[in-house]
């Protein structure tokens, strides 16, 4: 019985102290936390709208948009956070279309968990910027190797699932932007 | 000869020194393989996997050991995995907050060290049975050892499989990059393939024979 006590005892204190450190570090980080993760979604509005000075915050329905003006607080684009299943994960990405909705500014990942390595080049620099200037009005389509069309994006090697759901992503997003700005002007 | 060498060393630098070769847990004790070969397609993520456990390691050995007495045996495993979350969590919480772009690239593996065998072992077989600078040099030496040896692993896969070591480029535009490298099947290749230039190394170490002792048909081979 005594045996019982002790073991209770070391297990509930190991614990009650562990949560005790694990608040007060939680504390501690919780705001840098929050800082790097709006500072990111930040980041991300001002490269895919480049030129954008300022953004406003508008619901969608039950999601969010951002609508960016230039320093003379004229409408630059519409920036929204579209996600979607990747290869293992969801993958986040930050999108940029001009005031007409006409084109694609640029795009910025900023959320995944696809194979290091592999489909993680997703967020790098030149597959991100095959986006910029593309369509907005007709489909994006994925091809491996060079593209020879109109709104083509070259494929990762290696790594065409995740190429392919990232297009999806923004294929169906920019459809559903549309419809709701649509929507929204009637 | 060899154990003259060692009885003169101090027994704390011996502690130390142990994981870096004789028991470096990657290629000679081959524990906490998941982080080993799940991480290391690129160097950066190696070192950074590697310091995450050594803090991790290190911490909780020096933790373990000071209440090595006080925690009943019959809940040794529970009473550790609770001080290696612990301080999991808090490297956690610190790699988010402090290197949001290193998080984002280890992910989930950052959580799994509370289950790396390499930790909860160190505990068992070392901590909860020795003094505490012993403890805590023990950790030193396998948290470096594991360390080292994920940062090699990762420069070995990111050189063949990208071409970089850790981001910079090494090899010219005209190599083309093995992608296998970067996948698991690489993974498991180069981490064979060092393991046996180790063994090579260790019995050329060892018997001073040479790389490639002679086969001897009556004594095998020493």
């Not at chain 2, 154990?3 to 081959?30: C, H, M, S, Y």
């Not at chain 2, 290391?40 to 007495?69: P, W």
């Amino acid at each position: 019985m005594r045996k019982g006590l002790k073991i209770t005892l070391t297990l509930t204190l190991i614990a009650v102290l562990s949560g005790a450190i694990l608040a007060e570090v939680y504390k501690v980080t919780i705001e840098d936390i929050k800082v790097n993760q709006k500072k990111e979604i930040e980041k991300a509005i001002f490269s895919v709208l480049p030129g954008t000075k300022e953004y406003k915050k508008e619901a969608r329905g039950t999601r969010e948009l951002f609508k960016c003006f230039d320093d003379k607080a004229e409408l630059r684009g519409i920036a929204f956070v579209a996600e979607g299943i990747g290869y293992q994960d969801i993958i986040k990405v930050v999108v940029g279309v001009d005031s007409g909705l006409s084109k694609i500014t640029g795009i910025r990942v900023i959320a995944h968990n696809e194979t290091p390595g592999l489909g993680a080049k997703i967020s790098e620099g030149w597959f991100e910027e095959q986006f910029k200037g593309l369509s907005a009005a007709i489909k994006l389509d994925l091809v491996k190797g060079k593209p020879d069309k109109e709104n083509q994006i070259q494929a990762i090697t290696g790594a065409t699932i995740s190429s392919q759901a990232l297009v999806d992503i923004i294929n169906k997003e920019v459809k559903d932007i549309k419809k709701y700005e649509a929507g929204n002007c009637d | 000869m060899r154990q003259a060498i060692v009885t003169k060393t101090p027994v704390i630098l011996k502690d130390f020194t142990k994981g870096l070769w004789q028991e470096n847990p990657v290629f000679r004790l081959l524990i906490g393989m998941c982080p080993t070969l799940a991480v290391t397609s690129q160097a950066q993520n190696g070192l950074a996997m590697g310091l995450a456990t050594s803090f991790t390691l290190i911490a909780s050995s020096i933790v373990v050991s000071i209440f090595r007495k006080l925690i009943p045996k019959e809940v040794r495993i529970p009473s550790y995995i609770l001080i290696i979350a612990t301080f999991v969590t808090i490297v956690s919480l610190y790699l988010q907050a402090k290197f949001p772009d290193i998080s984002k690239n280890l992910g989930p593996y950052i959580p799994l060290i509370i289950v790396n065998c390499l930790i909860l072992g160190r505990q068992e077989v070392f901590a909860s049975k020795n003094p505490t600078h012993r403890a805590a040099a023990d950790a030193l030496g396998m948290g470096l050892g594991f360390t080292i040896s994920l940062a090699a692993l990762g420069m070995v896969r990111e050189l063949l499989g990208s071409g970089t070591i850790f981001s910079f480029k090494v090899l010219g535009d005209g190599f083309r990059p093995w992608i296998i490298m970067l996948t698991p099947p690489g993974a498991f290749l180069s981490l064979g393939l060092m393991l046996g230039m180790i063994n090579i190394i260790d019995r050329f170490l060892k018997t001073k024979k040479g790389f490639f002792p002679k086969f001897d048909a009556k004594k095998g081979r020493t």
